[in-house]
């Protein structure tokens, strides 16, 4: 069973950057598409960014196209948000997905394994 932990979140200013990370243990990512989501308190969980399984084809969510940057270690079973000009409405928690097969990647309903978040407030 494949376990999911985010980490690099924290408290910025309007304007600054912050890395995320998604550590997996358990087993290898390298077959699975993953996907960055975010949730804001009141608000659905909403898909911020996706990778192939193997790093060749991403998406983004308009909102933090120019922004944001997602990315893969496959060899360090790790994935990575690089996001930059973060704004105040970038504030929520922060999960990584992942899923077997690449289809409707924007659902969060489609992944099968989920970390447990890490927060990322942005003060303006």
């Known amino acids: 069973q494949v376990q999911l932990e985010e980490s690099g979140g924290g408290l910025v200013q309007a304007g600054d950057s912050l890395r995320l990370s998604c550590a997996a243990s358990?087993?290898?990512?390298?077959?699975?598409?993953m996907g960055w989501f975010r949730q804001a308190p009141g608000k659905e969980r909403e898909n911020v960014a996706g990778i192939s399984w193997n790093g060749v084809s991403t998406t983004y969510a308009d909102s933090v196209k120019g922004r944001f940057t997602i990315s893969r270690d496959n060899a360090k079973n790790t994935m990575y948000l690089q996001m930059s000009g973060l704004k105040p409405e970038d504030t929520a928690l922060y999960y990584c997905?992942?899923?077997?097969?690449?289809?409707?990647?924007?659902?969060?309903?489609?992944?099968?394994?989920w970390g447990q978040g890490t927060q990322v407030t942005v003060s303006s």
């Open positions: 358990g087993g290898t990512l390298n077959s699975y598409y």
């Open positions: 997905a992942a899923v077997r097969t690449a289809a409707s990647v924007w659902r969060a309903s489609r992944y099968d394994y």
